[in-house]
């Protein structure tokens, strides 16, 4: 199977381009717990936007070290058995520390950017301190960055 490692550069345009990720966070319990979320990569940082209580912030007080993957299915390549087949995607993934951020200008900033890159040139309203005090703003800083694709065969 014609699977490459991406180089870091390659890895970030990707984490750039895409909207939608999964979060996976650790339980008080031990258990594992992933919900897909909009974000932002931004300065080599992941951003996304949540209400301020709720079961993920609740893992990251517990334990702030997180896993963030982003992926893409290209194609199924559909052959005569399963051994034979292949699935074309791109895939990366963010292991790092997770943190609320608190200062308001800083929360606002960030929403600001994160309407920027989903509203893609299209006109929004601007985002203001009252917006962004409903919300947690939650940054994860990369300790590491991996991504590999499954591309077709030249």
């Given at each position: 199977?014609?699977?490459?490692v991406?180089?870091?550069?390659?890895a970030?345009?990707?984490l750039?381009s895409?909207f939608?990720?999964?979060?996976?966070t650790?339980?008080?319990?031990g258990?594992?717990?992933?919900?897909p979320?909009?974000?932002?990569y931004?300065?080599k940082k992941i951003?996304?936007?949540?209400?301020?209580k709720?079961?993920?912030?609740?893992?990251?007080?517990?334990?702030?070290r997180v896993?963030f993957?982003?992926?893409?299915?290209?194609k199924?390549?559909?052959?005569?058995t399963?051994?034979?087949?292949?699935?074309r995607?791109?895939?990366?993934?963010v292991?790092?520390?997770a943190?609320c951020?608190d200062?308001?200008p800083?929360?606002?900033?960030?929403?600001q950017?994160?309407?920027?890159?989903f509203?893609?040139?299209?006109?929004?309203?601007?985002?203001?301190?009252?917006?962004?005090?409903t919300?947690?703003?939650?940054?994860?800083?990369?300790?590491?960055?991996?991504?590999?694709?499954?591309?077709?065969?030249?």
């Amino acid at each position: 199977m014609p699977k490459i490692v991406m180089t870091l550069p390659e890895a970030e345009i990707f984490l750039e381009s895409n909207f939608i990720g999964q979060l996976s966070t650790i339980g008080k319990e031990g258990y594992p717990y992933t919900v897909p979320l909009d974000y932002v990569y931004w300065e080599k940082k992941i951003y996304f936007h949540c209400a301020p209580k709720g079961q993920k912030l609740l893992n990251i007080i517990h334990n702030p070290r997180v896993c963030f993957t982003v992926y893409r299915v290209d194609k199924i390549d559909l052959k005569e058995t399963p051994c034979k087949s292949a699935t074309r995607y791109h895939c990366v993934q963010v292991f790092g520390t997770a943190r609320c951020l608190d200062p308001l200008p800083l929360k606002t900033k960030i929403l600001q950017v994160f309407m920027e890159h989903f509203a893609a040139g299209r006109p929004f309203h601007p985002i203001t301190d009252e917006m962004a005090a409903t919300c947690a703003i939650v940054e994860i800083r990369p300790d590491r960055i991996s991504g590999k694709k499954n591309i077709e065969p030249e």
